[in-house]
């Protein structure tokens, strides 16, 4: 169901008698009092992950809670952030949680935090007790679960979990194999890798390590260092040197193709290296 307000309320007319509509989430957003003037009996949402926070689509979603039936397709069903699946609840099931007060104290790890009041920071010489104390504000924020069993618990009922090799999956897919395969750094990527390691190493005796967390230096070093060992000229882009991970690659997508019709799906961290199988 989509197209302009005209062709939209020909639509709708004809939906009157369909079996099932197809809508997209902007629609949803725009015009959910219309959308359930339908009468739908089941509401399906697909990567339900987009109604976890509260914009607009996920208060628009939440007005079909009531139906009889309310699906939510995702593979991530159990999101990151407490909240969202807080969120995510009040469409399939508000009651599970009950008021969010309850749902903080019971599942999540709260952290108190402070942050500046912009508007009260001021240029001053110098900042008594009573200035810092008015330039900034405390808030509670949510940094985790508290008990992610506990929590899992809560919310069995309301999950089903299927992947290709389930019983009731019924597709024609080939056996699931995993190869591990060591691959050594050439000699020149070898050079430059102790080059970026002995940098991290004097910036760590140098500044010290912080307690509390990494610093974001370090594990912008460690990054380029996946990088290299990956696709050296990302970084260095004058790099001629060998890439005896890449040829590899090329290997197995070369001997794949030579004996199979089926296509290659590769995954990277990076695009670089995938620009180049091009």
């Known amino acids: 169901l989509t197209g302009t307000p005209a062709e939209r309320e020909r639509l709708y007319q004809e939906a009157q008698d369909a079996d099932f509509v197809i809508i997209t989430y902007g629609l949803l957003r725009k015009e959910p009092e219309r959308l359930l003037q339908l009468r739908p009996g089941i509401f399906i949402a697909?990567?339900?992950?987009?109604?976890?926070?509260?914009?607009?689509?996920?208060?628009?979603?939440?007005?079909?809670?009531?139906l009889p039936y309310v699906w939510?397709?995702?593979?991530?069903?159990?999101?990151?952030?407490?909240?969202?699946?807080?969120?995510?609840?009040l469409l399939l099931n508000p009651r599970v949680f009950g008021r969010f007060a309850d749902f903080k104290r019971e599942h999540c790890i709260v952290k108190t935090i402070q942050i500046p009041v912009v508007e009260r920071i001021r240029y001053r010489r110098r900042w008594t007790e009573e200035d810092w104390e008015q330039a900034f504000r405390r808030i509670e924020v949510i940094v985790g679960y508290k008990d992610l069993q506990k929590t899992r618990l809560a919310v069995k009922d309301y999950f089903l979990h299927y992947d290709y090799e389930s019983p009731e999956v019924n597709i024609s897919l080939p056996p699931k194999f995993v190869v591990e395969e060591r691959i050594d750094m050439s000699p020149e990527q070898r050079k430059l890798y102790r080059l970026l390691r002995d940098q991290i190493i004097s910036e760590l005796r140098e500044k010290g390590?912080?307690?509390?967390?990494?610093?974001?230096?370090?594990?912008?070093?460690?990054?380029?260092?996946?990088?290299?060992?990956?696709y050296p000229q990302s970084i260095f882009p004058d790099y001629k040197g060998d890439n005896p991970k890449l040829e590899a690659l090329m290997g197995i997508i070369e001997d794949h193709l030579a004996t199979s019709n089926r296509a290659v799906v590769v995954y990277a961290h990076y695009l670089d290296p995938l620009r180049h199988l091009y």
Do not use: C
């Open 46 to 66: 697909d990567e339900v992950v987009r109604l976890k926070g509260r914009s607009q689509v996920a208060k628009a979603a939440q007005q079909f809670r009531h």
């Open 72 to 89: 939510g397709l995702s593979a991530t069903p159990i999101p990151n952030h407490p909240s969202d699946l807080y969120n995510l609840f």
């Open 209 to 230: 390590m912080p307690e509390d967390k990494v610093p974001q230096s370090v594990l912008t070093a460690l990054l380029r260092i996946e990088q290299l060992m990956l």
